[in-house]
């Protein structure tokens, strides 16, 4: 939508509902579904009119969308929480939602792994822990693999071990899976992007 009709759906959407929280929550819905399901969304949830409904979604799910890139930037990390803040945004209450993050140097002292954000791991047990506390889960990122763990299915955070640059991050775990997280964190394949072009600290992805 946003490489082919930049901001037009959402403003045509918003003079329609008059209503910002309520425009984001339709986009929400409405997105990552296809045309028909969307213009059904639209009309039986939403209560459109079709011809409304219709005008949304030549800029929603336009019919020739133009192709598209995605760079990502190892930058980019250092600013995980911000893009979280706003992706997560609450319109209602006009502020973000509270939400772990954290990127830390790592280090191997001895038999264990330290990081500057108090991220530490036993190389031994490979117990590992964050500021004293188990993670939901824990992903180790090497140059040609990727191998995640699961240690507390209680706990709220994951921790990620890129071990080649030598960083640790901790997330959310309803993160764990985003796509902030497949690109740049794993920098790995996701289900629907395809890496065209990487070097140590940037990589380009296309739509599959």
Do not use: C
């Not at 190389?123 to 993670?135: A, F, H, R, S």
């Amino acid at each position: 939508m946003l490489s082919t009709s930049g901001d037009s759906g959402y403003l045509i959407l918003d003079s329609y509902t008059k209503n910002t929280s309520k425009s984001v929550e339709i986009l929400n819905n409405i997105l990552g579904v296809d045309k028909a399901t969307a213009k059904q969304i639209l009309i039986n949830n939403y209560h459109l009119e079709e011809n409304n409904a219709l005008n949304v979604l030549s800029y929603t799910h336009p019919e020739y969308p133009n192709n598209f890139v995605i760079v990502t930037s190892d930058e980019m990390l250092r600013l995980g929480h911000w893009i979280f803040d706003f992706g997560e945004w609450n319109f209602s209450k006009k502020k973000a939602i509270n939400h772990t993050y954290s990127v830390g140097n790592l280090k191997t002292i001895k038999n264990a792994l330290k990081s500057t954000n108090n991220v530490t791991m036993d190389l031994q047990t490979n117990e590992i822990k964050w500021n004293g506390k188990i993670p939901y889960s824990y992903t180790i990122i090497k140059h040609n693999s990727t191998e995640k763990y699961y240690s507390d299915k209680s706990s709220n955070f994951s921790i990620f071990l890129r071990t080649d640059d030598k960083k640790a991050v901790v997330m959310d775990r309803k993160f764990e899976n985003s796509i902030f997280t497949k690109l740049l964190i794993e920098r790995r394949n996701s289900t629907i992007y395809k890496s065209v072009y990487k070097n140590k600290k940037i990589d380009v992805w296309k739509v599959e």
